[in-house]
């Protein structure tokens, strides 16, 4: 008697949005794989790394609107690879980090299905490559803290009895999620001891072509506007280099405005010159 053999399901970080920062491993499971189920933040570059015979399906969520449940992923993992099939289940940034992966895998388990985790290039990590520093500096900063901007519920998952015990001077948080309320994130790390100075970057698109970066103090954080999503927020003593940085790039982009101003009028006076002495 012989049983039908079953699948395994690849739960696979796909990284911030680099397609060259995917793993040598994600990569190979992509050429292989049956099926693939990915997060809508997975670049389309990524994407079309699946063999030609994969099944692509996209079933991530932006802005709050959902293509599919959670319950619904979880079924066509589960029935995918009980028909034999090996699955990638590709997620943006690291599966482990807040991407819902604890509930995934306990669908796999009490189905008994085979899973792997592949990691991935979290957006934290792939940020702070792309602004150039250090998250730790064992000179001032000795700690990293993950924070979700919200709940699955919708629920903001940051209040300020939380941040009482998370805004110390040795410390970088990184907020992923942040929404646009930065003011109110502002007040709330102020209230709870930081400093006015804290430098705070938020990167938006990290790694992609698309990256923007935008640096303030903790104090002036409420001043960014026209972030575009997905995005994190970086704050702590760490940032000081990208927040100089940037403000060095803001400071030659004014000048350079300057300059293009007055092109117009030293043209103008040179003209004059020439007809003068003709």
Request: net charge negative.
């Amino acid at each position: 008697m012989t049983t039908e053999k079953r699948g395994t399901v690849y739960l696979v970080g796909a990284g911030p949005g680099d397609p060259e920062l995917l793993t040598l491993k994600a990569h190979a499971l992509l050429k292989s794989a049956d099926f693939v189920l990915h997060d809508d933040l997975v670049s389309p570059q990524i994407v079309a790394l699946a063999g030609p015979h994969a099944i692509t399906i996209n079933v991530g969520k932006r802005f709050g609107v959902k293509k599919i449940t959670q319950a619904e992923i979880n079924r066509l993992m589960v029935a995918s690879a009980e028909r034999g099939l090996n699955v990638v289940r590709l997620k943006s940034g690291d599966p482990a980090i807040l991407g819902r992966l604890a509930e995934e895998l306990d669908a796999l388990e009490a189905a008994r299905v085979a899973f792997e985790v592949v990691p991935g290039v979290t957006a934290s990590l792939g940020a702070a490559a792309a602004l150039g520093v250090s998250l730790t500096d064992r000179r001032k900063t000795s700690r990293i803290m993950i924070l979700s901007g919200h709940h699955a519920d919708g629920r903001e998952a940051i209040d300020e009895a939380d941040l009482a015990g998370l805004a110390r001077e040795d410390t970088t948080l990184l907020i992923y999620m942040p929404g646009r309320d930065f003011e109110k994130i502002s007040r709330q790390l102020l209230h709870a001891g930081l400093p006015p100075d804290t430098p705070s970057v938020v990167v938006s698109r990290a790694t992609t072509p698309n990256q923007r970066v935008f640096a303030a103090t903790l104090a002036d954080l409420a001043s960014l506007k026209g972030i575009e999503a997905p995005a994190i927020l970086l704050i702590g003593r760490a940032l000081a280099p990208a927040v100089m940085r940037a403000s060095r790039a803001e400071e030659l982009n004014l000048l350079v405005d300057e300059i293009a101003r007055e092109i117009p009028i030293a043209a103008a006076t040179t003209d004059a010159e020439r007809s003068f002495a003709s």
